[in-house]
């Protein structure tokens, strides 16, 4: 009587970790920001705090704009896909904001908001 083929016995590997391949990195007026995947960090003073792929975006704009502030307008454009209702986006910007608020104190930063108009970062 011939034998049914055995099942294929099922092998779990550990994942193997690559290490993490450094990303873009933008540098102006000593504000550092590390665009590497996984890894985004905004340094300044010696200081570095992690931070989200959006707010590195965001340090990045608020930066070039130096001291001048940069519109909510540019900054939903460009830290949100061109989908969903100005009102999402607008809720959204003010979520990555107030956390990336966070962040730039601890690397003594500051963003501000200029009601109406958008935001600026300004150096200690």
């Given at each position: 009587e011939p034998k049914e083929p055995a099942e294929p016995k099922l092998v779990s590997r550990p994942a193997v970790v690559k290490p993490k391949e450094p990303g873009r990195v933008f540098a102006l007026g000593g504000i550092t920001v590390d665009f590497?995947?996984?890894?985004?960090?905004?340094?300044?003073?010696?200081?570095?705090?992690?931070?989200?792929?959006?707010?590195?975006?965001?340090?990045?704009?608020l930066a070039k704009g130096m001291p001048n502030p940069i519109g909510r307008d540019f900054l939903r454009h460009r830290l949100f896909s061109a989908?969903?209702?100005?009102?999402?986006?607008d809720v959204q910007l003010d979520l990555v904001v107030g956390d990336a608020k966070r962040a730039?104190?601890?690397v003594d930063l500051t963003i501000h908001e200029?009601?109406?108009?958008?935001?600026?970062?300004?150096?200690?």
């Open positions: 590497t995947d996984g890894a985004e960090t905004v340094r300044f003073a010696g200081k570095e705090s992690a931070v989200s792929p959006r707010q590195a975006l965001l340090f990045e704009a989908h969903g209702s100005m009102t999402q986006k730039a104190r601890g200029l009601k109406g108009i958008g935001f600026s970062l300004v150096k200690p």
